[in-house]
């Protein structure tokens, strides 16, 4: 006899299991020599052992197609574990790269974008990735997700979210609390789309025990980060020194990505953004990738998209009517 535990953290178990355990209890008939009991989010296997390595292989099998689909008729689980005479079925959907994490209560993360789509593709293949678009086009959110699943797959050990604690228009010294207290409000967006992935519980658990990190961006400073999934939000906001800093943080073992909305800058007139010089300087290196997000990745509400354009017309005007300004002076 032997046992096997197979956890199904990547996917959704009420996905896995059916609906009244309809698709367990398919898996049970399917190996009625083996004792398969359920547990929260794993399956534990007793059995003998060509058995149960047979049914690690077909359980394997569905999770994978779940992972890529996100959901799976009873039809397709029968057929997975190779009930149907015609074989089974397939995991190659091209459709399926789209779902990044499974969140509480069957919540689906999906990339919901071309450009989100290219986020998650690009960082299979590269440790550190530039993420700039404006506003609303899920920089941040899909960054979590990538980090979160990483996590999940323990192809990292801890995830650490970062932003440079800077005023929009606002000033710290005038905020209530402590200094914790103080920089919490920045580091908000970071905690809302951890909420969204990770049951409250397990999320409390992760913090307290820095398997999860949120700091600011001068915390950063003399560390080195290792075996962990790094993102630095709002990056347009931290100066060249400070993006030079983090960027030399960035352990062996380790993966990074920065986003950023180059035009929302709000660091003092006389500090210039890190932004720009570091997607300048960095491209062409292999292992860095860069992803522009535009209007047309805008998930939020459909106004923001008209927003978006908007002010970028106005931007362009501007800027054409500088350049006549500074034709007539050069005359």
Do not use: W
Not at 131 to 146: E, F, R, S
């Amino acid at each position: 006899m032997t046992e096997a535990i197979i956890n199904l953290e990547t996917v959704n178990p009420i996905e896995f299991f059916g609906i009244n355990n309809g698709k367990f209890e398919i898996l049970k008939r399917k190996f009625p020599l083996l004792k398969l009991l359920s547990r929260g989010s794993q399956i534990k296997i007793s059995g003998q052992p060509d058995e149960v390595a047979n049914a690690q292989a077909r359980i394997s099998q569905v999770i994978q197609y779940l992972e890529r689909n996100g959901h799976l008729s009873e039809n397709y689980f029968s057929k997975i574990l190779g009930d149907d005479e015609q074989g089974e079925a397939p995991l190659d959907d091209p459709a399926s790269n789209d779902i990044l994490v499974f969140g509480p209560n069957g919540r689906v993360v999906r990339a919901k974008t071309k450009n989100q789509q290219l986020m998650a593709q690009v960082s299979e293949k590269n440790d550190i990735i530039f993420a700039i678009g404006p506003a609303g086009t899920g920089k941040t959110y899909t960054a979590v997700a990538l980090a979160v699943r990483a996590l999940k797959n323990k192809a990292v050990r801890k995830i650490i979210l970062t932003r440079p604690a800077v005023e929009a228009g606002e000033s710290l010294g005038f905020l209530p609390g402590d200094l914790k207290e103080k920089i919490d409000p920045y580091l908000r967006p970071l905690y809302d789309a951890l909420d969204d992935m990770i049951p409250s519980d397990k999320l409390s658990y992760y913090m307290a025990n820095r398997i999860i990190e949120i700091a600011p961006l001068a915390y950063m400073r003399g560390r080195t980060l290792d075996n962990a999934f790094i993102i630095l939000d709002e990056a347009q906001n931290s100066t060249e020194l400070q993006l030079k800093m983090f960027l030399t943080r960035i352990g062996a073992s380790a993966k990074a990505i920065i986003t950023g909305d180059l035009t929302q800058i709000d660091l003092p007139k006389n500090q210039k953004s890190g932004l720009f010089k570091a997607t300048r300087i960095l491209q062409n290196i292999d292992g860095i990738a860069h992803v522009t997000l535009d209007e047309a990745d805008v998930v939020r509400h459909r106004l923001v998209k008209m927003i978006i354009r908007a002010y970028d017309n106005e931007q362009a005007r501007e800027e054409e009517m500088e350049e006549k300004r500074n034709k007539q002076g050069r005359l």
